[in-house]
């Protein structure tokens, strides 16, 4: 299983990014995947999440302002994040858990996902 993170980068507060993360070496549609971030001296949090069906779950923190999305036969999942502010400045990280017949519930704990990407950094200047 591979995972590669890409997109990051600075932008102003207010700005948008999108992230993206390109999967291998499992049956992607199959599977949970998801985005977490960890900022210096800060524990690894969860971002969003979604399901092999499509269901997503977000954190609260993020709720109306990031979208998860996930294109299966691009093997490739997106975080579309607007909105931007200084406290999102992290390393993002995607998450991958396989699964052969399908993973339902899309979880923000780190301990569910198998499979991690390096991350890609995103800073937001104020």
């Known amino acids: 299983v591979q995972l590669v993170e890409s997109g990051g980068g600075t932008v102003q507060a207010g700005g948008s990014l999108r992230l993206s993360c390109e999967a291998s070496?499992?049956?992607?549609?199959?599977?949970?995947v998801a985005w977490f971030r960890q900022a210096p001296g800060k524990e690894r949090e969860g971002v969003a999440a979604i399901d092999s069906d499509g269901r997503t779950h977000y954190a609260q923190s993020v709720t109306g302002r990031f979208t998860i999305s996930r294109d299966n036969p691009k093997n490739t999942l997106y975080l579309q994040m607007n909105s931007l502010k200084p406290e999102d400045t992290a390393m993002y990280y995607c998450?991958?858990?396989?699964?052969?017949?399908?993973?339902?519930?899309?979880?923000?704990?780190?301990?569910?996902?198998?499979?991690w990407g390096q991350g890609t950094q995103v800073t937001v200047s104020s």
């Open positions: 998450g991958a858990l396989p699964a052969t017949g399908g993973c339902y519930g899309p979880s923000l704990s780190g301990t569910v996902y198998t499979s």
């Open positions: 070496g499992y049956t992607y549609s199959a599977s949970c």
